[in-house]
């Protein structure tokens, strides 16, 4: 975890050093141990250092006479790059890019596996490059601001410069507000601040000025083909196995987040099979739990984990009194407004790790979108069934209503219930563009969403998680978002991800020998949850004052029926809308008046 800076000056005059400075410190947070700089001509160059362990000597940035290097992130290859490189001696993640480079050019990308953001001062050629990972882990942002083109960690560090104002993106936000996009095109939603996309390297020509951005990673080529099922099986397993082993150094303490689904069990137990060997690794499984009593509350499954691992785990509960306290803080750190109120949940066992003393945590973030964990995949597993082979439609849905039946009724009843109000019911007519109706002309093979979900909306997940992991200083890993995984998971055949109904089948056929029976044997989906619904029928003053605000604030943007349709609910428990309409007003709203944006 690293804070990056960057400001060129287009008028060619030295960069203030205060400037630099105010959107280093900025992001503090992302590096709490060390801060360094780096000037010529009119480039500056900040770096915020994060030391996750006291042998880390890494200074940054790496500068020699041909080129300087940033980077926020990790290079997961490092040994086989030196061996490629022919290099004998351990070096700092920034030097081992600065040769690659030097040797590949670019094409040193094709070697790299990791997560990074970075940037590299080409002095030869005269361009700036700034290069984001293959699938989103670390955010890297661009903006030409008052005569000056600027890089950056996280927008918030834009809003210190001389000559900042906050303006509205109204694409990015009616793209939210309407259908709950995200991070699925380069725009943010600040007006003029871009970000680069998953797989993506920008090239800033410092002669002519021009930006030319391009994607060197194409997950399209990675396509259905058939592997021997005992293979993939392995496969999994070593995979997960190595993406653990590899972050584990001896005398650290480790956190793992532990929901009490399938996939942050298998973390779990991976995990607490591999410190076995190495006795001198502490580990703690976080979790969230809720006081309220909630069908959603997944106690009993954590409870089961931990009696099976014998693991230590700290329980988190979610406290109305603490979300409206760190709110604000919490808007700050997120940059941009959030979706759903589960990203508060995570926030605070992230900060309740940060509490312990936990500066590296294991996540099973990755494995839904790989391998049909979400509701939906189902459902487009049985209409791609209808038209290819009838009879297993009839299988594989009587598999399911086995397995899942009752939650997915309860799921779709509700859906039902809440689909009868058409986006004109929270949104002002004349703000909405209707010709944006969703990712799919067509119904997409089971393939084809999950592909999609990668190249879209898998990567908020990752956002939420970087900003909430950051502002406490704090790295996160998910072995299941592991590029050999993903690859893995695209190559599969459908029927190894579903299969008589059930969901993820071969992943719990992998692990099934290491981890707990009833873990193995559960179906049901029901995530990250934080009992922000709850909050509001308990608090309906408090809320529906706040979105009185928010919405008549924003004539504009919103319908003032929608105050009356969230008084329903909040009052009364009538919903009339799905209510993650009121999550994405509510931070809407509350990110507005935090960043003071005007439109």
């Excluded at 009119?42 to 790496?62: C, M, V, W």
């Excluded at 194409?218 to 190595?242: C, G, H, R």
Aim: proline content about 3%; aromatic content about 14%.
């Amino acid at each position: 975890m690293s804070g990056i800076a960057a400001i060129i000056n287009l008028n060619q005059q030295p960069v203030e050093r205060s400037q630099i400075e105010v959107i280093t410190r900025a992001v503090s947070h992302r590096g709490r141990d060390a801060e360094q700089y780096f000037y010529d001509k009119n480039i500056a160059l900040g770096h915020r250092l994060n030391k996750l362990y006291s042998e880390d000597n890494t200074s940054q940035p790496f500068d020699n006479e041909y080129i300087t290097v940033l980077i926020d992130g990790e290079i997961f290859n490092r040994k086989e790059i030196l061996n490629n490189l022919q290099i004998k001696t351990d070096i700092s993640d920034s030097e081992i890019i600065a040769r690659a480079y030097q040797r590949w050019q670019l094409d040193f990308l094709e070697h790299l596996d990791g997560k990074w953001a970075i940037v590299i001062y080409d002095k030869k050629t005269e361009r700036i490059l700034a290069i984001r990972d293959r699938f989103a882990f670390k955010p890297l942002y661009f903006a030409f601001i008052n005569d000056q083109f600027c890089l950056a960690s996280e927008i918030k560090q834009f809003t210190y410069l001389n000559g900042w104002t906050a303006k509205l993106n109204t694409a990015s936000a009616r793209d939210f507000l309407a259908f709950g996009h995200q991070d699925h095109t380069n725009d943010t939603f600040f007006e003029g601040i871009k970000q680069l996309l998953m797989g993506e390297y920008l090239c800033f020509d410092l002669k002519t000025k021009a930006v030319d951005i391009k994607n060197y990673y194409d997950l399209k080529k990675y396509t259905p083909q058939y592997m021997p099922f005992e293979e993939a099986k392995n496969k999994y397993q070593e995979i997960i196995s190595e993406g653990i082993n590899r972050h584990l150094i001896s005398g650290q303490r480790y956190g793992t987040m532990l929901s009490g689904g399938l996939d942050s069990t298998i973390v779990a137990c991976v995990l607490n099979n591999l410190i076995k060997e190495k006795k001198d690794i502490s580990i703690e499984a976080l979790s969230l739990v809720l006081k309220e009593r909630s069908p959603l509350d997944e106690t009993i499954y954590i409870d089961h984990v931990r009696d099976f691992t014998q693991l230590s785990v700290q329980k988190v509960v979610p406290d109305f009194a603490v979300f409206q306290q760190s709110l604000d803080e919490f808007v700050y750190f997120q940059d941009e407004p959030v979706y759903t109120d589960s990203a508060f949940a995570q926030y605070s066992v992230f900060k309740r790790a940060s509490e312990l003393g936990i500066r590296q945590i294991f996540g099973g973030t990755g494995a839904d979108a790989a391998l049909a964990g979400y509701t939906k995949y189902i459902l487009i597993y049985l209409q791609q069934l209808r038209h290819e082979n009838p009879l297993k439609t009839l299988t594989e849905l009587a598999g399911f209503l086995k397995y899942n039946g009752g939650w997915a009724i309860q799921h779709w009843i509700k859906k039902q219930r809440t689909s009868q109000n058409g986006m004109t019911d929270w949104l002002n007519p004349m703000f909405i563009d209707t010709t944006q109706q969703g990712h799919f002309n067509k119904q997409p093979s089971l393939y084809e969403y999950s592909l999609e979900v990668y190249l879209s909306d898998a990567t908020v997940a990752l956002h939420y998680d970087d900003r909430s992991a950051a502002a406490f200083g704090i790295e996160s890993y998910f072995p299941m978002y592991d590029k050999k995984f993903v690859e893995l998971s695209l190559q599969l055949q459908d029927d190894y991800k579903i299969k008589n109904g059930k969901q993820k089948y071969i992943l719990r056929e992998a692990f099934k020998d290491i981890i707990p029976s009833k873990i193995y044997n559960r179906y049901d989906k029901k995530g990250f949850y934080n009992p922000g619904e709850i909050w509001m029928q308990q608090h309906p003053d408090w809320w529906v004052n706040e979105m009185r605000t928010i919405i008549m604030d924003n004539p504009r943007i919103f319908n003032p029926k929608l105050l009356t349709i969230f008084e329903n609910f909040a009052r009364h428990n009538k919903l009339n809308v799905n209510e993650g309409v009121f999550w994405r007003v509510f931070f809407f709203g509350k990110w507005q008046q935090r960043f003071n944006v005007s439109y």
